[in-house]
T-cell receptor, first 115, second 114 residues
């Protein structure tokens, strides 16, 4: 079974440019998460979806970040315009909400460098 | 609010020596606890999880962790380190009231010396 797929793996842009990341979760997983991992730190939640509904976006900087999961499957995270401080690895994860074990499955991440 | 503290951002061990990574948590409800491993340029992979069954949990690659409620700890151990264990390790607590949202510690990078 395929795992969580993310693209692109690496992206280098200049500040003020837009960037978008895509995530396809494990088939059947209705919960999708976007995390940001700064260098040398643990991942921090940006947004959580239950199906197509964003149920927790309290940590998403809404002035420049947006996300969507239109059909409750794959998701896109966008930054516009990017700032130097946005350089990080953006991790997508999915889980099945019917499981009480709470395990999240992570993609390999999208590493963003803003110059 | 839940939180996780990992003591020591870097640990250096000799090959064959004991690996001990410390994790303390704060949670207002009985927690689910996890250890994830991250190899360079890869995503996070689950090592093991505690979900209120046995307090001693065995995971992959010879790792195990013990849940100690009185100490609010979930330390990770491996009796004998191997070179392939060089990676970053993250402890996390799950907020079951918030869709199993994971809150991570800052991570501990393990270096294994030959």
């Amino acid at each position: 079974e395929a795992g969580v797929v993310q693209s692109p793996r690496y992206k280098i842009i200049e500040k003020k440019q837009p960037v978008a990341f895509w995530c396809n979760p494990i088939s059947g997983h209705n919960t999708l998460y976007w995390y940001r991992q700064n260098l040398g730190q643990g991942p921090e939640l940006l947004i959580r979806y239950e199906n197509e509904e964003a149920v927790d976006d309290s940590q998403l900087p809404k002035d420049r970040f947006s996300a969507e999961r239109l059909k409750g499957v794959d998701s896109t995270l966008k930054i516009q315009p990017a700032e130097l401080g946005d350089s990080a690895v953006y991790l997508c994860a999915s889980s099945f909400s019917g499981s009480n074990a709470g395990e999240l499955f992570f993609g390999e991440g999208s590493r963003l460098t803003v110059l | 609010a839940q939180s996780v503290t990992q003591l020591g951002s870097h640990v250096s061990v000799s090959e064959g020596a004991l690996v001990l990574l410390r994790c303390n948590y704060s949670s207002s409800v009985p927690p689910y606890l996890f250890w994830y491993v991250q190899y360079p340029n890869q995503g996070l992979q689950l090592l093991l999880k505690y979900t209120s069954a046995a307090t001693l949990v065995k995971g992959i690659n010879g790792f195990e962790a013990e849940f100690k409620k009185s100490e609010t700890s979930f330390h990770l151990t491996k009796p004998s380190a191997h070179m392939r264990d060089a990676a970053e390790y993250f402890c996390a607590v799950s907020d079951r009231a918030a869709g199993n949202k994971l809150t991570f510690g800052g991570g501990t990078r393990v270096l294994v010396k030959p």
